[in-house]
C-alpha cells in the first residue's frame, strides 16, 4: 500500500474510531487496515493511534497528522478533478454561524445535495475564531465586520439590522425618539468573540441614506451632526452574553436594547414580544463573508460553495 492510500486508510479510521469499520467501508481485510497504520506509525516513528478492546482514539500526534492528511488527500483530489473537468467530491468541511445556517443554509442544503451528490458536506456551528488550517477546516461563514485575516474573504449579503426592546422595557424605560435621548437606558451586551469587548450600538443618520457611510467615528450622545457618519453609543449592560439565541432571549425578559438583523426577530416583531425602536436611526447593515485559506483558493469544492452561498443569499427573501 502507497502512502497516499496509507493516508486515506488512517483518515477513516479516526473518522470511524474503528479498525474493522473502516475495513467494511474501504472493502479491505482488518488486518491490511491494521498493517497499513503499524506501517505509518513505524516510519513516521510516532503512536498515532490508542487502541483499546472497544475504542480506537487518535493520540496528539495522531489528531495533528490526521488534519494534515485532511488538507494533502483534498489538494491531490482538487488536482485531479480540476485537469479531469470532473463534478467535485469528497468531504467539504465548514463552519457557520448557528443562527444564519438554520435560517438561510440548511433549508437550501437538499438543493446543494442533489446538485452535487458526491460532496460529503460536514458543518460545524460556532461564532469563535476558528485556525482553519489546523482543524481542516475548508471555509467559515461568519456575520460581521471582519478582523484583519489571511484568509481569503468573499462578502455574501447585506443583512439589515434593527434596535429593538421588549414592552415592558420601554414601558419602565421609555421610548426614545433621538439617539441622543439614550441617557437612562441599558441594553444587552453582546461580547466580540474577537476582542472580548461589548460591541456599541450603532445608528445610521436616517433610513433615507441612499447607501450606508463607509467611514464609521464614535460620537458623544450630544453630537448634534449625524448626516454622513455612523453614532456609536455603548450604554449599560446589566447582562452580556457570546450568543445570538441569549441574546435574543435576554431584551425579550426586557434586559435592556439589542440591535440584530431583522430577520431574527421578525416573528417576534410580527408577534408584539419585541418594538422596533429609532426605526429612522437604523443601524448599519451586517456583513455576512464566506473565508477559507489562501490554499484552499483553487479548490473546485469550496468554490462552488462559495458560488451556492452568493447565489443563495442573492435570491433569499432578505426584508429591510
Not at 474493522?20 to 467501508?25: G, I, K, S
Not at 441594553?187 to 460591541?199: D, E, N
Not at 431583522?262 to 416573528?267: E, L, N, S, V
Not at 479548490?299 to 458560488?307: A, C, E, G, H, K
Amino acid at each position: 500500500m502507497d502512502r497516499i492510500d496509507a493516508m486515506r486508510v488512517f483518515i477513516r479510521v479516526v473518522e470511524q474510531r474503528s479498525f474493522t469499520q473502516t475495513a467494511q467501508d474501504l472493502n479491505l481485510p482488518r488486518s491490511t487496515v491494521t498493517d497499513a497504520i503499524k506501517q505509518l506509525e513505524k516510519r513516521l516513528n510516532v503512536r498515532l493511534l490508542q487502541r483499546t478492546t472497544r475504542h480506537v482514539s487518535p493520540t496528539l500526534d495522531g489528531e495533528a497528522y490526521y488534519q494534515r492528511c485532511l488538507r494533502i488527500i483534498a489538494d491531490i483530489e482538487d488536482a485531479e478533478m480540476a485537469f479531469a473537468h470532473a463534478k467535485p467530491r469528497g468531504l467539504l468541511r465548514i463552519d457557520v454561524q448557528g443562527t444564519l445556517a438554520r435560517h438561510f443554509v440548511l433549508p437550501q442544503l437538499p438543493d446543494f445535495i442533489a446538485q452535487y451528490p458526491d460532496i460529503e458536506l460536514f458543518i460545524s456551528e460556532g461564532d469563535r475564531l476558528v485556525d482553519l488550517i489546523r482543524e481542516g477546516i475548508d471555509g467559515v461563514l461568519r456575520v460581521g465586520n471582519l478582523q484583519d485575516s489571511d484568509m481569503v474573504a468573499r462578502r455574501v449579503a447585506l443583512l439589515p439590522q434593527v434596535t429593538c426592546a421588549a414592552p415592558q422595557y420601554l414601558e419602565q424605560h421609555g421610548t426614545p425618539e433621538l439617539p441622543t435621548q439614550l441617557s437612562g437606558h441599558q441594553m444587552v451586551g453582546f461580547r466580540s468573540s474577537a476582542t472580548g469587548g461589548l460591541l456599541p450600538l450603532e445608528f445610521s443618520s436616517h433610513s433615507s441614506l441612499g447607501a450606508y457611510p463607509t467611514v464609521r467615528s464614535a460620537h458623544s450622545l450630544s453630537a448634534p451632526h449625524l448626516s454622513s457618519e455612523t453614532l456609536q453609543v455603548k450604554l449599560p449592560a446589566v447582562l452580556s452574553v457570546t450568543g445570538a439565541e441569549s441574546f435574543v432571549a435576554a431584551a425579550r425578559l426586557g434586559l435592556g436594547m439589542i440591535q440584530v438583523p431583522r430577520y431574527h426577530i421578525a416573528p417576534d416583531l410580527a408577534a408584539g414580544t419585541l418594538i422596533e425602536i429609532l426605526p429612522e436611526f437604523p443601524p448599519p447593515p451586517m456583513p455576512v463573508s464566506f473565508l477559507y485559506p489562501h490554499s484552499r483558493q483553487l479548490s473546485p469544492r469550496v468554490r462552488i460553495f462559495s458560488d451556492w452561498l452568493s447565489q443563495l443569499f442573492l435570491t433569499a427573501e432578505i426584508k429591510g
